[in-house]
Structures are given as C-alpha cells and as structure tokens.
Nanobody, 123 residues
Framework: QVQLVESGGGLVQAGGSLRLSCAAS????????MGWFRQAPGKEREIVAA????????PYPAFPRGRFTISRLNSKNTVYLRLNNLEPEDTALYYC????????????????WGQGTQVTVSS
C-alpha cells in the first residue's frame, strides 16, 4: 500500500512559478514510475509529466520540459513538479500517481492516486 500526499499548490500570477511535491509513504517508492496529472473544471484529466523508477522523464510535447519539469528523490520518497511561466490555462487540480511503469500511467492504469493540490493562475 502506498499513500501519496501532494503539496505546494496555491494562487500565483501569470508568469510565476510553483513547485509541487508528492510525498509517498511506504518502502517501495523506488519500485514505481511516478506521474503528475491535472484536471481543469469541465475537462478530462490529462497526464502532464512522468518519470521512470530510475529517474528518466518522459517527454510530452504538450507540456514542454522548460515549463513542466518532473524530478524525483528516492531517498526522500518524493516526486516534484516544477511549474514555470504559468498561464491562466494551467489552472487545475494537480494529482500525483504511481504505477509500475510510465507506460501504465499513460494508459491510466494507475495503482495509487494522491488527493490533489489546487493550482490557480490569475491573469
């Protein structure tokens, strides 16, 4: 069993930055690929970033690395998402998720979800 707890969301002006954190319980964090998803009101949930167990991030053209940077620190059981140059369209509830492989995350075959952290970007 893995519990995921996100933090770091908040209200920020357009152009600003945030760093989201997702702390995982349990001793098996390094066994999971990790991902960040987001869901805006009235929209479907979408994957924003993913990182393998070994720390290789998966590129998603819709979410360029320069604006959405995922990283993980297995020694702290934590995965991060750095959000840069935020736009009002980035306003959403951001979730972290765990699955054995990043491909599993992409297929929404997620083993564990966090409860989400709200990011609101004002214009």
């Amino acid at each position: 069993q893995v519990q995921l707890v996100e933090s770091g969301g908040g209200l920020v002006q357009a152009g600003g930055s945030l760093r989201l954190s997702c702390a995982a319980s349990g001793r098996t964090f390094s066994s999971y690929g990790m991902g960040w998803f987001r869901q805006a009101p009235g929209k479907e949930r979408e994957i924003v970033a993913a990182i393998s167990r070994g720390g290789t991030d998966v590129p998603y053209p819709a979410f360029p690395r320069g604006r959405f940077t995922i990283s993980r620190l297995n020694s702290k059981n934590t995965v991060y998402l750095r959000l840069n140059n935020l736009e009002p369209e980035d306003t959403a509830l951001y979730y972290c998720a765990a699955a054995p492989f990043t491909t599993s995350l992409e297929r929404n075959r997620v083993d564990y979800w966090g409860q989400g952290t709200q990011v609101t970007v004002s214009s």
